[in-house]
């Protein structure tokens, strides 16, 4: 199912016409399609079928209200990786007991706060951070549930700095040290050991690796198993990568038959945490072009999105399909789509076949996962809005910033 198509040479998204978007909300905008969520989710869930699971939607890629509302209702857990997160998702309806809280640099703020609220699990990144939470427990009359994060050593062969389950990561404990952190666990009043947790990368493409890393915390769970610690939980992370260009995804069918092979007839819940793969493709960027500088053997478009709206070109050098919103005739020249924000870097897309024409629109695809929720103010530029279709209904789910909004908390000194 593709929600983005043409009628007319026009791109619509679910029911709605870009365009109309654009003209009623202004650009830069990003449009989310509620469809492609469900569908995300539901293949998820088809995955899944027949284990006892829970899909845990990893936060960080778009924390928008509305969204973590739609996977709440759809029944989804949530993967955090702060206090900001834990109360987003309680502000929008998930359930507590369905948080896992993830990150390696947890506060004693944020753990009281998770505390509270009764989450489900810390997934415990380090000894001192085990320690630290043992005593906020006990502290407050508390049990902690935990899981720790191991880290597996396998290469996920993909970037670095989204690469997480290698020994140079600060990830995790290194699964060889797992067992007597386990076992320091279980002596602990305020900690109640009820899963284990890996996570190996992002934007993973190859699921050899992520096969890998099962296996080898299976060894582990065996292992605690032989001495008398028991879980309820083994989650494998998230990661599983989405087609940007011509990357070929891992296939649902391929990724189900690892899980049935190592999970059939288990009793443990197994939870996964996928970010990306839920949102990226349901999500684009709509933005409109300012000028077109025209050179000798190249064009240069400039665009109103930036790199403090979508951040991802400049940081890692990822690809973003671009595509004109009416089409109108060929490309001539090769074009780089550059915004306005005073940086070389400052680029979504170089070297593109694009007929470029001033004020007309471009949409930026795959934007949905870590667009919006890497976005930052950086030259004092308002962030977008967000917006979410649901076949011919939309929903503004985020007003656009204003300059006035962004210098609120600053203060003069004469
Ligand atoms: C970022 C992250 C995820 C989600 O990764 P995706 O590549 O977006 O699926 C899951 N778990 C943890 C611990 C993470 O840090």
């Known amino acids: 199912m593709n929600p983005l198509h043409r009628m007319d040479g026009r791109l619509f998204l679910e029911e709605v016409s870009l365009e109309e978007l654009a003209r009623v909300y202004g650009t830069p905008l990003y449009v989310y399609s509620q469809a492609a969520l469900t569908e995300a989710f539901d293949s998820y869930e088809r995955a899944l079928a027949g284990l006892p699971h829970l899909i845990c939607y990893a936060v960080k890629a778009n924390g928008n209200l509305a969204i973590l509302q739609h996977f709440a209702r759809l029944g989804a857990g949530f993967d955090i990786v702060s206090g900001g997160e834990l109360a987003r998702v309680l502000r929008a309806g998930g359930q507590a007991a369905k948080i896992v809280f993830s990150g390696v640099g947890k506060t004693e703020a944020e753990m009281r706060a998770a505390l509270d ?11 001192s951070e085990l320690s630290r939470l043992n005593r906020v427990a006990k502290e407050m009359g508390r049990i902690a549930l935990v899981s720790i994060r191991v880290n597996p050593d396998v290469d996920p062969k993909t970037h670095p700095y989204i690469s997480t389950g290698l020994k140079q990561n600060k990830f995790g404990i290194p699964i060889g040290r797992a067992q007597p952190l386990y076992r320091q666990a279980a002596s602990m009043d305020g900690i109640e050991i009820v ?4 996570h190996i990368g992002s934007q993973l493409t190859d699921l050899a690796p992520i096969a890998d890393a ?4 299976l060894d582990l769970v065996g292992k605690l198993s032989s001495i008398g610690i028991r879980l309820k ?3 494998i992370g ?3 990568g989405i087609r940007y260009r011509d990357e070929t995804p891992p296939d649902m069918t391929d990724f189900r038959s690892i899980l049935i092979s190592r999970f059939r007839g288990r009793s443990e819940e197994v939870i996964v945490e996928p970010g990306r793969s839920l949102v990226g493709n349901a999500g684009l960027l709509l933005t409109r072009i300012e000028y077109v500088k025209r050179g000798d053997t190249k064009n240069f478009i400039v665009v109103d999105a930036a790199m403090n709206d979508l951040m991802r070109p400049s940081l890692y050098d990822a690809f973003h399909d671009i595509v004109p ?7 001539d020249l090769p074009c780089d789509v550059v915004g306005p924000v005073c940086e070389t870097g400052d680029f979504i897309g170089l070297n593109r076949a694009i007929r470029a024409r001033e004020g007309e629109l471009l949409a930026v695809l795959s934007a949905g996962a870590y667009g919006m929720s890497m976005s930052s103010n950086y030259n004092s530029r308002p962030r977008s809005a967000e917006v979410l279709v649901n076949k011919n209904k939309i929903h503004l789910i985020r007003e656009r910033e204003t300059i006035e909004g962004l210098m609120a908390g600053e203060r003069l000194v004469y």
Do not use: K, M, W, Y
Request: proline share 3%.
């Open 238 to 240: 998230g990661g599983l």
């Open 214 to 217: 099962i296996d080898r915390v």
């Open 195 to 198: 899963g284990v947790d890996c």
């Open 117 to 127: 609220a009764g989450i489900r699990c810390f997934n415990i990144e380090s000894e």
């Open 233 to 235: 939980h083994i989650d």
């Open 325 to 331: 919103v009416c089409q109108s005739g060929e490309p």
